[in-house]
T-cell receptor, first 111, second 115 residues
Framework: ELKVEQNPLFLSMQEGKNYTIYCNYS?????LYWYRQDPGKSLESLFVLLSNGAVKQEGRLMASLDTKARLSTLHITAAVHDLSATYFC???????????FGKGTKLSVKP | ETGVTQTPRHLVMGMTNKKSLKCEQHLGHNAMYWYKQSAKKPLELMFVYSLEERVENNSVPSRFSPECPNSSHLFLHLHTLQPEDSALYLCASSGRLSGSWNEQFFGPGTRLTVL
């Protein structure tokens, strides 16, 4: 059974600082997705990582995938308040295209 | 309308009521999903439909009954729910399955409260 673990689950950081969110998964997969969810809102797709070594960047966020280590990271550079949200990673289970989600990392960026 | 839409956005119902949630996708996708998101648990996949056939049913109680009349529409019929069924119900769709990438696009969700 595929399990997806994110850490930390809660992250409070100051504006301007850097930090990394980690996503580990238990079985082989080469497709991983990052989503953002604002309070009371739906999930917004951030990144699609489709192969080992994939790296994607959008603004202050950069995501990478290491399929051998079964690890993805979401790196935040010089955080700003607008990045406050919950971030989910999801791993493609493969057989029917089902995604298994992590528990999410609730990020709070304070001035 | 663009993307994935859901109606209603908010729903309050009693335990004896029958109601339905509706999802519509305008992306030309061939797979649709229902998820439950509650405060106590991570996103739980409930049902998957691929080309209008149900391919996944994750031990969901029978008081939840999905229906997919065509590739653009998905319903979740609710009857005799329990207070613990109160949650955000999210619909998603994706374009390709099995051996190809599967980015899912989510609707805004229906916030359900069962009294």
């Amino acid at each position: 059974e595929l399990k997806v673990e994110q850490n930390p689950l809660f992250l409070s950081m100051q504006e301007g600082k850097n930090y990394t969110i980690y996503c580990n998964y238990s079985t082989t997969s080469d497709r991983l997705y990052w989503y953002r969810q604002d309070p009371g809102k739906s999930l917004e797709s951030l990144f699609v990582l489709l192969s080992n070594g994939a790296v994607k960047q959008e603004g202050r966020l950069m995501a990478s995938l290491d399929t051998k280590a079964r690890l993805s990271t979401l790196h935040i550079t010089a955080a700003v308040h607008d990045l406050s949200a919950t971030y989910f990673c999801a791993v493609d289970q493969g057989s029917q295209g089902n995604l298994i989600f992590g528990k999410g990392t609730k990020l709070s960026v304070k001035p | 309308e663009t993307g994935v839409t859901q109606t209603p956005r908010h729903l309050v119902m009693g335990m004896t009521n029958k109601k339905s949630l509706k999802c519509e996708q305008h992306l030309g996708h061939n797979a649709m999903y229902w998820y439950k998101q509650s405060a106590k648990k991570p996103l739980e996949l409930m049902f998957v439909y691929s080309l209008e056939e149900r391919v996944e049913n994750n031990s969901v109680p029978s008081r939840f009954s999905p229906e997919c009349p065509n590739s653009s529409h998905l319903f979740l019929h609710l009857h005799t729910l329990q207070p613990e069924d109160s949650a955000l119900y999210l619909c998603a769709s994706s374009g390709r399955l099995s051996g190809s990438w599967n980015e899912q696009f989510f609707g805004p969700g229906t916030r359900l409260t069962v009294l």
